[in-house]
Structure formats: C-alpha cells, structure tokens
C-alpha cells in the first residue's frame, strides 16, 4: 500500500513538473502577476529593453519590468542615455500600435479645433475638464498672453487638435458627465469651452456619446493622466506642452 502511495506522489510530482517546465518564461510572469493582482488587466509579457528583464502593461497604466522568476519588478518609465541627456524610451512595438489605433480613430468622435487653413499636424488630445493643465492647453488654442507678450496659440502654427474624453476619476464620475455634455451638444466646441472655463452648464446625455469608449482606449495608449497628447508618429507625450513646443516637436 505505501509502495504504491509513493509512486502515486511520484507520477503527480513528475506531472507537475512537467507542466512548469512546459510553460513559458513569459506564461509564468502574466500567470504571476494576475494572481498578485486579479483586478488588473495586463498585456501580453516579452522581453524588455534591458536584456534578463521582461515587461508588461498594465492597462490604463505603468509598465512593468520584471525578474525571469516573476518575484520582482519595477513599474514606471524607461529612459534612454544619449549624449544630449535623457530621453523618455518608446517601445517600437507599442508605438506602432499606438499609430493603428490613431489611424482607426473616427474624426466624427472627436471634438476637433482646427486652423483657419491647412492643418500642418494633427494633435489628438485625452483631455478632461477639471485638470488645471486641460484647460492651460485649451487657452492657448489661438493667440494667448504670456509675460506681457502675445504668443502664437496651436492653431495658430498650423496644429490641430482633436480631443478625446478621459475623465481621470472614471466614467460615471462627475467629470465624465460634463464631458459627456459636451459631446451631446448641439454645439460642441462652444459647450467645451464653457466647462473649460469653468462656466455652469447644464449636463445632457445621449446614447451614442463616446465617453467611455474613449477612456477604454486611454487604457490601450497607455494614459494615465491628463492632458496625453498623441503625437502623428504614435508616441504619447503626457503632461501639457506649450504650442511653440509642440510645433517644434512635430517639425513645424
């Protein structure tokens, strides 16, 4: 009978080292990593940048590098060490996706602000109106006044901007609600900049408001936090960037 117990222990420890040995590096850190955190959504696990390290994404936020034995890891930004100082890195792989996603955008969905002539570049914007920095960069969508001096707005130098809604605290938030205001608006850009100004008005819903489809597609950009610019070469400039500096970024 313990003879036979014994074997039994034997055949099942075999079996599961077998199964160990037939996952991948990869299959074990994304395995590892959604029992530590059953809540979040992770991308698919590869090799990072930094060879004996691989990443993953948490969707809607961080990446993540992690040890081959899926014990340890880093979350946050990577940056490259040139001999002009630091840059932050863009995986090629992400920014491709990044630039399949931009292509599939529907303009319709957007609440677009455009130059008076030709658009030199187009800008699309997660934007969300109770960010300070949101509404920094929507007053300076023309001609605007910095240290007393009269500087040239986004359209101005040829960019357009088309904004995608991303309530930071979550659709069904207070903010998601003005933003879906003025997305049901009659009149789009003139509601956006009230509530960009602050200004009351009152909420409205309709049923094919992209509120939530656009905060579901932050998540596959990467964005966590407001203003996200998504730039035409696929990579996510996060934070506001004054319209000089942008024309610059883009080679206008």
Not at 4 to 25: C, D, K, P, Y
Request: hydrophobic share 40%; charged share 20%.
């Amino acid at each position: 009978m313990l003879k036979q117990v014994a074997v039994g222990l034997m055949v099942l420890m075999g079996s599961v080292m077998a199964q160990a040995q037939e996952m991948s590096t990869e299959d074990r850190i994304l395995k590892a990593l959604s029992e530590a955190r059953p809540d979040f959504e992770f991308t698919d696990v590869r090799p990072a940048p930094i060879e004996g390290l691989y990443q993953a994404r948490v969707v809607g936020g961080p990446v993540l590098y992690v040890s081959p034995d899926a014990q340890l890891m880093i979350a946050g930004d990577m940056f490259t060490i040139e001999p002009s100082g630091f840059g932050r890195y863009e995986d090629p792989a992400v920014v491709e996706k990044r630039k399949q996603l931009a292509a599939q955008l529907d303009e319709e969905d957007t609440i677009a602000f455009a130059p008076e002539g030709e658009s030199k570049a187009v800008v699309y914007v997660f934007t969300d109106v109770d960010c300070g920095y949101c509404r920094r960069l929507h007053s300076q969508m023309s001609a605007y006044q910095d240290g007393g001096e009269t500087k040239p707005g986004y359209n101005d130098l040829g960019i357009e901007i088309r904004y995608l809604a991303y309530p930071r605290a979550g659709v069904g938030s207070p903010s998601a609600q003005k933003l879906e205001t003025a997305w049901c608006a009659d009149d789009q850009q003139a509601v956006l900049d009230r509530l960009k100004n602050l200004q009351s008005v009152d909420n409205k819903s309709c049923d094919n408001n992209p509120v939530a489809k656009h905060y579901r597609l932050g998540g596959e950009f990467g964005v966590n936090g407001t203003p996200a610019l998504v730039l035409p070469n696929g990579t996510v400039q996060p934070g506001y960037v004054p319209p000089a500096q942008l024309a610059q970024i883009l080679g206008l």
